[in-house]
């Protein structure tokens, strides 16, 4: 007879604890929590780990590129994975976490990642010189000239305390030089980045030793992509989004109903990314 009472508590602590369940993962749900990690993937390098010698080494590239960069990219999936982070892009990662001393570690890797992919989108073999058309004469407009706008660049870079990174970025629409420390990036800022120079030891040291100034200078007389760089000025990006509106092509309706072909599906491919060694 005394069993019915206690299988009714039983009961009802198990609806209860079905109940918990359901409401955290309805919280977690609306919070954007779940076990899938934010959008950070080992972008491909433009060119062969060999493409920019003799300026950088295939052997720097080869440490910069699959041990330093694939590091950041993979703690900051292993981080984001299971936060409200989950399924956000870098940049909303970033600023998100950015100030917020709980989540330190995820913004700078999420940074780290981020500005590693943009640092080696703008360099390319045979690149370097100076500039031409919009981007030019804005920074003709802002530094008075392109030997100025380089003087000023290099200095600052040369004079980053410690590791960082040097941006040419644009403040309020206006050209500008930014310097941060460590994991720092000018999205966090609110500024527009342009143009990036790692100048953690990591990315210049095994070619340049101490020469930090002329790893950086060696960068902007050789290997800066400045079509890369123009291309993320805001008047360039809405002629891009434009053009591509404009050529799209048209999806014609065929008069009579067609059986549609069947299409492969392709197989997605993986790779593991190296744990990185801060330099």
């Not at 309805?26 to 920019?52: D, R, S, W």
């Not at 999936?77 to 409200?84: K, P, Q, S, V």
């Not at 040097?166 to 403040?171: F, G, I, N």
Request: with cysteine; charged share 20%; glycine share 8%.
């Amino acid at each position: 007879m005394a069993s019915h009472p206690v299988k009714q508590r039983r009961f009802v602590l198990r609806a209860s604890l079905l109940s918990v369940c359901i409401l955290a993962a309805l919280f977690m749900v609306q919070c954007g929590i779940g076990n899938e990690p934010a959008h950070f993937v080992k972008e491909p390098l433009p060119y062969t780990l060999e493409a920019l010698s003799p300026y950088i080494s295939a052997q720097a590239m080869d440490l910069h590129y699959n041990k330093h960069y694939a590091g950041y990219v993979k703690k900051a999936i292993a981080l984001t994975r299971g936060t409200d982070c989950g399924g956000k892009s870098p940049e909303e990662v970033i600023r998100m976490t950015s100030g917020d001393e709980d989540r330190q570690a995820i913004f700078n890797n999420a940074a780290q990642a981020y500005n590693h992919a943009f640092f080696f989108n703008c360099l390319t073999p045979e690149g370097g010189g100076a500039p031409e058309g919009l981007l030019a004469e804005m920074i003709d407009g802002g530094f008075g000239s392109f030997e100025n706008f380089k003087k000023a660049f290099v200095s600052a870079a040369g004079s980053r305390f410690g590791s960082g990174w040097a941006w040419l970025v644009l403040e309020d629409g206006q050209p500008a030089v930014f310097t941060g420390s460590n994991a720092d990036t000018p999205i966090a800022h609110g500024l527009v980045p342009l143009l990036a120079v790692d100048v953690w030891e990591h990315a210049y040291y095994l070619d340049y030793q101490n020469r930090r100034a002329e790893f950086v200078e060696t960068v902007l007389d050789h290997l800066v992509n400045w079509d890369f760089v123009a291309s993320q000025l805001p008047e360039m990006e809405a002629q891009t989004e434009q053009a591509e509106t404009d050529t799209e092509p048209e999806v014609a309706t065929p008069a009579e109903p067609q059986e549609a072909a069947p299409v492969a599906a392709a197989e997605e491919g993986s790779s593991h990314a190296d744990e990185a060694h801060h330099g």
